[in-house]
């Protein structure tokens, strides 16, 4: 995708062989900046301080600070201390486990001194497999935008946080098919929640779209009912963090609210995915993922940008007041309408997702 009108992908290589570059995420949309990362310990702490964020691209990232660690130590047991200390940044977002299972299960075969460069290229191929899955995401949800169209109306089409390219590493998983739409000449508009209380829709969705020249509007998250209730939104599409293997999905805070509202008023509301989000080790969503509670400042302050261009935070509660916050939710599946995968859609059923991957049966 385009920024400025400049190709990026939201992580590249540096030419050092040893480091990558990533869009720093907590500065956008105010700013644009990008980060090096040139540790472990500076991977880890990028994830765990959302500089990126986004299922795929945590795999991503951490696939490189898997390599980085056999760079600084390359020993049987800090393959094990790598992994664990890695995987414990975002326990939710299953990719993240998938990719570290993915390089752990490489390198335990590995001799110390041929650990480095093999985990460097498995994470380059882990990128780029996750562009070409994204991609095939795209064109797999695009049917079902094309199938909501009115002679002379736009498609309306609501999403919750950012499902986008930011997320990933290119083309986003909720968000290609829009891009795709958008790109074919149909007449799109989105709908962005904000996404209390990160605000990611609001931060993120909102300015890629915007980069992209996709027609959106910027919305409360309690809105979305009522726009369903007056035939205001077409369809809902989101992403997803984790998907058991019955089709119960795991995404952003406030996404359940989102699933009841649409199936109160027959809209459609779909889930968009890489297959490396599906656990395949659990079916019940709702009590066995587990749900990451992150910091309660997240609810207490927000950041924004003062009449003078400088950026501030305030604390916008009440002095003593407690505040709760739960990163997830899960949306169980029989509210899902269908899951929007690379290998197609689906029923979000235990039928439907061995249907697109018999080699789970």
């Known amino acids: 995708m385009k920024i400025h009108g400049q190709y990026y ?3 590249w290589t540096d030419a050092d062989g040893v480091s990558i570059h990533v869009i ?7 700013a644009f900046e990008t980060v090096p990362l040139t540790s472990s310990q500076t991977v880890a702490e990028a994830i765990v301080t959302m500089v990126v964020r986004g299922a795929p691209l945590i795999g991503a990232t951490a696939a490189y600070g898997y390599a980085m660690a056999m760079r600084e130590d390359s020993s049987d047991a800090n393959v094990d201390a790598a992994y ?3 995987f414990e940044t975002r326990p939710t977002a299953v990719n993240l486990r998938w990719a ?9 075969v590995l001799s110390p001194a041929e650990r480095f460069a093999a985990a460097w290229q498995r994470a380059g191929q882990i990128c780029d ?20 169209q009115k002679p002379g109306k736009t498609v309306n089409i609501l999403t919750h946080c950012n499902a986008g390219w930011l997320a990933c590493v290119d083309w986003g998983t909720a968000l290609a098919p829009i891009y795709m ?12 929640d904000e996404t209390r209380p990160r605000n990611q829709g609001a931060s993120l969705t909102a300015y890629e779209l915007g980069a992209h020249g996709v027609p959106h509007t910027v919305i409360p998250d309690n809105t979305g009912g009522h726009l369903m209730q007056h035939g205001m939104v077409d369809l809902c599409i989101v992403g997803t963090d984790r998907t058991t293997a019955r089709g119960d999905v795991c995404n952003k805070i406030g996404t359940y609210l989102k699933a009841l509202a649409a199936h109160a008023n027959n809209v459609p509301f ?17 009590r066995e993922i587990p749900i990451e509670e992150r910091s309660a400042r997240e609810v207490t302050h927000m950041t924004g940008r003062l009449p003078d261009g400088t950026l501030a935070t305030v604390d916008i509660m009440a002095p003593g007041s407690k505040a709760l916050n739960y990163a997830f939710d899960v949306t169980p599946a029989h509210l899902v309408t269908a899951l929007v995968t ?8 235990a039928e439907g997702l061995k249907g697109l991957f018999p080699e789970r049966g």
């Open 342 to 349: 690379d290998r197609g859609v689906c029923a979000a059923t």
């Open 270 to 286: 779909y889930v968009a995915l890489p297959h490396t989000t599906i656990d395949w080790t659990i079916e019940d969503g709702v």
């Open 84 to 86: 664990q200390f890695l």
């Open 129 to 148: 497999e996750d562009v070409a899955i994204c991609e095939a995401i795209g064109k797999a949800g695009l049917p079902l935008i094309e199938t909501a």
């Open 181 to 192: 739409a958008h790109d074919a000449g149909i007449a799109v508009h989105v709908w962005v």
């Open 100 to 108: 570290l299972d993915d390089l752990k299960a490489r390198l335990a």
């Open 24 to 30: 720093d995420q907590t500065k956008l949309p105010h």
């Open 9 to 11: 992908r939201t992580i």
